[in-house]
């Protein structure tokens, strides 16, 4: 079984899709943490950022080898991404690697590298899968689709907490700003914009808690 749990940024992707996971007793994967660390491990290899948006597929391909490039999640530890035996996941979750993140995440052979490697994951799991386009372009054909959306303002609002929890102190306005033109970006590159798939339950979470949403994509998705 495959779930796919898309949608904008602090929409509650992450906190769902764990919860849902936890409670189905399958294998959670993050799509933006792949992105990230790729978005980190090019950056401390020494490639600028004109540079990565010519490198080809077959080249991107080479910094994810398994033995390179892990991916590891557990209910109790939560997600770590090892490359070269470093933990690169402390690193990950900074405004920096956003801002770099979304630059990077729109050249068409970064993904295309990146949505391989998520792919083999099906091949031995059932998943929770959640990203920008998982439902869209990387799992098509999941049993179960969901797209979480929020008004602007409250999502402002939860990623600043996330922010501060990291030390990182924003405000409010800025974290409008921010996720307004992250939103911008998303919705408008021409490859694997950030838009709801067609057959996708759609669940705006403005009005109830993380939690309740999750309860939601059980009702649905429980055998």
């Not at 600028?48 to 999640?73: G, V």
């Not at 306005?173 to 408008?188: A, G, H, Y």
Request: with cysteine.
């Amino acid at each position: 079984m495959i779930i796919t749990i898309d949608g904008p940024t602090a929409s509650g992707k992450s906190t769902v899709a764990q919860i849902v996971a936890k409670e189905l007793s399958i294998y959670y994967l993050n799509s933006g943490f792949l992105y990230r660390a790729l978005a980190y491990i090019l950056k401390h290899e020494g490639f600028q950022d004109h540079i990565i948006s010519e490198l080809p597929e077959s080249e991107i391909s080479k910094f994810i080898l398994p033995d390179l490039f892990i991916y590891k999640y557990d209910p109790v530890e939560k997600i770590s991404v090892i490359y070269k035996n470093l933990e690169l996941t402390k690193f990950l979750k900074t405004h920096e690697m956003d801002k770099l993140t979304s630059v990077i995440s729109k050249y068409p052979p970064i993904r295309a590298a990146l949505l391989n490697y998520q792919r083999l994951f099906a091949k031995s799991n059932s998943l929770v899968v959640e990203g920008r386009d998982t439902g869209t372009v990387v799992f098509p054909e999941a049993n179960f689709k969901f797209f979480l959306t929020a008004k602007t303002e409250i999502r402002a609002q939860r990623w600043q907490r996330d922010q501060e929890k990291l030390g990182n102190f924003f405000i409010f306005d800025e974290c409008v700003s921010l996720i307004s033109q992250r939103d911008e970006r998303d919705t408008k590159r021409i490859n694997s914009p950030c838009v709801s798939a067609s057959d996708a339950y759609l669940i705006d979470n403005s009005e109830i808690d993380l939690v309740t949403t999750a309860k939601e994509i059980l009702k649905i998705c429980r055998p």
